[in-house]
Each structure stands twice: as structure tokens, then as C-alpha cells.
């Protein structure tokens, strides 16, 4: 890809600063980005990756975004990181395919999180992180990575996080292990044809609402 297709820094803080002025989304749909880094900033509008290419990282750790995140369809070529961040509306992440692990530790998400059809090499971690409504993961693909000799093995954490609607994992594949001990869900929680090829952890896991393991496969529970 030509580089002068590529949003330089200066394009990237000239459209924040922008969208701030007139009071408008953070458009960066259907753009190609090197990196978004965002860490500790207060974000007042919505951000919009829809469709984008990000050639390397995104860091919104410890940043406030009071509204949401929408990046259906994004291609991000590093990791995703909002570990402690807060977010005031939903995260739209659906359909994204990702080169790195995806971080939500300790994050505060006032609405929804959907990661349908999501297709990452390396973790997705929630661990301690709270969601006020749902969190849907369906037909979801998360496989190990390789990385200069190393593998990062594929494991899905949510052990402590606390998710107010249901959990939806129906049709995922994770090639490493998921871990749900300590969560808690308000809702429903759905496994229905999920495949886990390590181990499935429970322990401790408190769900109010039904739990479905129809046709779940793993290669051991833990509970």
C-alpha cells in the first residue's frame, strides 16, 4: 500500500481535535492507520474504526471514552489494548480480524461488548473487567499465535469479570483454554457448540440465568 494512503500522526491528532470542535464522531472508517494510541486520554465522542486498517498497535489503556466503539469489520495487524479504560456506551467489534491479543482487564464498559465472528491469533482476556449488558462472542476464532520462536497460545480469560446481560459463546472455536472462574453473569451464559481444545474452567462461576453446554466440546472441565 502506497504511504501516502497511510494517515500520517499529525492527520490522526488533526481529526480528534476536530471531531471534538464539531462535536462529531471520531472518523476513521475505511482508513488506514500505523498505530492508534490513545493511553489515559478522555475521549468525549464515539470512535469509528469501522472497515479501518491498522498496521500495528491499538492502546486505549487507562483512557475514558464516554460514548462508544465502533469497529466492525477493522483489520489490526498488532494488539488491542483498553485494559482500565472506561467506556460509557457499546463496543462494536464484530467481524474484526486481529494479529495480537485483544486486552480488556479491568475495563468498565457501560453497554455491550460483541465480538461476533472475531478472528484473532493470541489471547482475549476480560479478566476483571465489568459489563453492564451483554457480551457476545459467537462464531468467534481464536488460535494460537507465533511470534519470533514463541507461541501465545490462544486462551480466552474471563475469570472475576462481571457481566449484567447474558454471555453468548455459541459456535466459537478457541484453540487454547477458557476460563470463567469467579464470573459472574446476571444473564445467560451459552457455550452451544463450542469448541475448546484445552481446558474449560468454571470454578466458582456464578450465573443466575441458564446454562447451556449443548454440545459443547473440551478437553476437560474444571469446576
Do not use: W
Request: net charge negative.
Amino acid at each position: 500500500m502506497a504511504s501516502q494512503n497511510i494517515l500520517t500522526s499529525a492527520a490522526i491528532e488533526d481529526e480528534i481535535r476536530t471531531a471534538a470542535i464539531e462535536e462529531r464522531d471520531i472518523d476513521f472508517a475505511g482508513k488506514t492507520l500505523p498505530g492508534l494510541s490513545l493511553e489515559k486520554k478522555v475521549i468525549e465522542q464515539t470512535l469509528n474504526l469501522e472497515g479501518a486498517k491498522i498496521l500495528s498497535t491499538i492502546s486505549l489503556e487507562e483512557a475514558v471514552l464516554k460514548k462508544g466503539i465502533r469497529a466492525k469489520g477493522a483489520q489490526i495487524s498488532g494488539s488491542f489494548y483498553l485494559g482500565e479504560s472506561q467506556v460509557g456506551g457499546d463496543i462494536d467489534l464484530s467481524d474484526i480480524e486481529i494479529k495480537g491479543g485483544i486486552n480488556f482487564v479491568e475495563a468498565m464498559v457501560a453497554g455491550s461488548l460483541n465480538l461476533e465472528n472475531l478472528r484473532s491469533e493470541g489471547f482475549l482476556s476480560l479478566s476483571r473487567a465489568q459489563f453492564k449488558k451483554d457480551v457476545l462472542l459467537k462464531n468467534m476464532k481464536v488460535y494460537d499465535s507465533y511470534q519470533a520462536g514463541l507461541v501465545i497460545k490462544g486462551d480466552v480469560y474471563l475469570r472475576e469479570a462481571v457481566i449484567g446481560g447474558n454471555l453468548d459463546l455459541t459456535n466459537s472455536i478457541i484453540e487454547g483454554t477458557l476460563d470463567i472462574m469467579h464470573i459472574f453473569v446476571g444473564g445467560d451464559v451459552t457455550l452451544e457448540k463450542t469448541k475448546i481444545t484445552n481446558y474449560f474452567i468454571c470454578r466458582k462461576a456464578v450465573i443466575k440465568g441458564k446454562f447451556n453446554l449443548n454440545k459443547t466440546n473440551y478437553k476437560e472441565m474444571i469446576s
